[in-house]
């Protein structure tokens, strides 16, 4: 019975940690025209502290594939499939990071440009401020 009662309560402690974790915060950067060596976390002369904190505490990418239209690689970062596997700027196959994370309990909300079709809320996005268009 002394067992029982012990297995039940390190059960009970374990169910209350799990649900107590807090998720983590997830924070995405996407910055037009800024090089890989642009950042001094990736080795540039450029002091850029605040960047640096952040990449110092997070994640960063180190390998990607990059194209010449700043489209592809937006819809890469939402989908996490090249832009011709997501349906190019439509993004008609797959789910975006801002549907799985909402469907995960996140509240998901864009700022910049985001030159796709649509509006960001129609692809998860709870809000969204900035301008749609490409060029600003």
Same mark, same amino acid.
């Given at each position: 019975?002394? !067992? ?11 169910? =209350? =940690? ?8 997830? =924070? ?42 700043? @489209? ?38 864009? =700022?910049?440009?985001? @030159? ?19 060029? !600003?």
């Amino acid at each position: 019975m002394r !067992t029982i009662r012990s297995l039940f309560s390190l059960c009970f402690l374990f169910a =209350v =940690v799990l649900l107590s974790a807090k998720s983590p915060n997830v =924070v995405l950067i996407m910055a037009d025209d800024l090089g890989f060596s642009d950042l001094g976390c990736y080795g540039s002369e450029i002091e850029t502290p605040n960047l640096d904190a952040l990449a110092a505490n997070g994640l960063r990418f180190s390998q990607f594939y990059n194209t010449a239209k700043c @489209h592809s690689s937006r819809v890469s970062l939402l989908t996490g499939l090249y832009c011709n596997q997501a349906g190019s700027t439509s993004l008609s196959r797959g789910a975006t990071i801002a549907e799985v994370l909402g469907s995960a309990g996140y509240s998901t909300n864009m =700022v910049g440009k985001w @030159h796709l079709s649509k509006q960001p809320t129609d692809f998860g996005f709870d809000r969204y401020w900035g301008h749609l268009s490409g060029a !600003t």
